[in-house]
């Protein structure tokens, strides 16, 4: 499965959720890992901005597409 941010399900902006559908892994376990590394010193707030920068969303299903007349 291609990694793209999810439009539903997701919490701030679907990184981890993206993460953890691409790789088979329990979004939770993603998201605390996540919540828990900004503990940690490093740059982990700004990797989180710049994937949710780079990783595209889920494409928009063409039947929830309004008709127009």
Do not use: E, H
């Not at 900004?38 to 595209?56: A, C, D, K, S």
């Amino acid at each position: 499965m291609k990694l793209s941010r999810p439009r539903t399900g997701r919490v701030i902006a679907g990184v981890c959720a993206a993460v953890a559908r691409r790789f088979g892994w329990n979004v939770t376990v993603v998201r605390l890992l996540t919540v828990l590394s900004v503990f940690i010193p490093g740059p982990q707030v700004i990797i989180y901005i710049v994937l949710w920068i780079l990783i595209p969303q889920d494409n928009i299903p063409q039947d929830s597409i309004p008709q127009g007349s």
